[in-house]
């Protein structure tokens, strides 16, 4: 899908973005992707415990590279982070190993 940018260029979507318009200039967001954050303490509400939540989505800015996006949402605090593509494998690098320690204490 291409799209047309605010002033003097076009945008032109990636391969991957939903297709949304994200404001006069056009960023593209890729379809998002949500974990439940179990071992984090939820928030309590009138609907019962609130989990906290990361979501995770690919994001370009006109004129900028594609990023990794990552919205973390645990009450009482919330940040918004963006990596570029080496970090984010960096990222699940060492997630990943930690979480091999977690399972098998001898790896």
Known sequence: MAGAGGGGGVSRCEAWCAGDDYGEDHTCVGDFAELELTAQ???VSDDGVILGRLCVANRRR????PLVGIGIEAAPYSADLVLTSAEARRLAAILVECAEKIDNPLF
């Open 62 to 65: 006109p004129n900028s590279a």
């Open 41 to 43: 303490p939820g928030e």
